[in-house]
């Protein structure tokens, strides 16, 4: 079964940045679209950004567009998300998660947003945007 480590995240004061990295326990990561998703306390998860599995097609929530960017490197298995001016709202546990199987919309041509079309996912890393 595909396992998902997460790294990478951490208490930073607003305007700061960071890096989350998703390291796949296997080449599978290769061939399926990678998704980002966060909770912050109280609140539902919500997908933050998504890319496809060639890396040609990428999706980011509105309140994240301009400062996030994700990024995959296939050849070492592992995902990114570069994470800029951060806010205290962007507080949160972060979730990186891959769909089990590959579809044209979650994988091929591009990528999905909802929670409901991943079934793989990593432990949660912690992210806390404070002054």
């Known amino acids: 079964q595909l396992q998902l480590v997460e790294s990478g995240g951490g208490v930073v004061q607003p305007g700061w940045s960071l890096r989350l990295s998703c390291a796949a326990s296997?080449?599978?990561?290769?061939?399926?679209?990678i998704g980002w998703f966060r909770q912050a306390p109280g609140k539902e998860r919500e997908g933050v950004s998504c890319?496809?599995?060639?890396?040609?097609?990428?999706n980011y929530a509105d309140s994240v567009r301009g400062r996030f960017t994700i990024s995959r490197d296939n050849a070492n298995h592992t995902a990114y998300l570069q994470m800029n001016s951060l806010k205290p709202e962007d507080k949160a546990v972060y979730y990186c998660?891959?769909?089990?199987?590959?579809?044209?919309?979650?994988?091929?041509?591009?990528?999905?947003?909802?929670?409901?079309?991943?079934?793989?996912w990593g432990q949660g890393n912690q992210v806390t945007v404070s002054s």
């Open positions: 998660a891959t769909p089990r199987r590959t579809t044209p919309a979650n994988g091929i041509f591009g990528c999905s947003m909802s929670q409901n079309d991943y079934g793989y």
């Open positions: 296997e080449f599978t990561l290769d061939h399926l679209a």
């Open positions: 890319i496809s599995l060639s890396g040609g097609r990428t």
